[in-house]
């Protein structure tokens, strides 16, 4: 599916991001160009979901922390971005029933795993939710690296600085052990070799 608004702010926004944050994008040929497909990053910034999405030339949804969708402005904003809401501290139904439409019809879901900004700057351990979701419907995973954000734009810096920021799109993995092996090739190419068990 063509994204033609999307596809004519795409080349000034990848080059402003190259500009600022030296932004590289690798593996880019790993991105599925049809079917239902679950986006997995990690996740640093606020600037996450725009940075994964320049290279994906289809319309993507995101599953987003439903706390973000009560600030006025942004709410209306994202909403129109095409985020939806989810709670990471229980389950959320109505969250996995909006997914399972969307993958259902073929379209790119995105879904951090951690749920949540690393404090930190290394993977965080990632819930099971996607990868369930996946494995159920059949629906393959495109693990992602993004390296650098942290340092750009750490939790309680109001805007972001000058870095370098790369992003990896990394193969498709199997469904065996899924949520595991999708972790773990990000934390490979972060450099972090500690096994972190799903929640």
């Known amino acids: 599916m063509r994204t033609p608004l999307l596809d004519l702010a795409r080349p000034g926004f990848h080059r402003l991001c190259r500009a600022y944050f030296g932004l590289e994008l690798s593996g ?8 239902p497909l679950i986006v997995t990053p990690n996740h640093q910034t606020y600037a996450d979901p725009a940075l994964v999405t320049i290279p994906v030339r289809r319309r993507v949804y995101y ?3 439903n706390r973000l969708f009560e600030i006025p ?10 985020a939806f ?7 959320d139904p109505s969250s996995m029933r909006e997914a399972v439409r969307l993958l259902n019809a073929g379209h790119v879901l995105m879904i951090f795993p951690e749920g949540e900004r690393t404090l930190t700057g290394r993977v965080e351990r ?8 996946a494995t159920t419907l059949r629906v393959p995973v495109l693990p992602v ?18 870095g370098r920021i790369s992003i990896t799109y990394h193969p498709l993995p199997g469904h065996a052990a899924l949520a595991q092996r999708a972790r773990a090739v ?3 190419a972060l450099g972090e070799t500690a096994p972190a068990p799903g929640a």
């Open 28 to 35: 880019v040929d790993n991105i599925p160009a049809s079917g």
């Open 63 to 65: 599953m987003a922390w």
């Open 73 to 82: 402005v942004f709410s209306w904003m994202i909403r129109r971005l095409r």
């Open 85 to 91: 809401p989810v709670r990471i501290d229980a389950a």
């Open 126 to 133: 990632f819930k099971l939710g996607a990868f369930r979701l």
């Open 145 to 162: 690296t993004i390296s650098g954000g942290h340092e750009a734009w750490p939790p309680g810096q109001v805007w972001p600085r000058r």
């Open 186 to 188: 990000i934390a490979d």
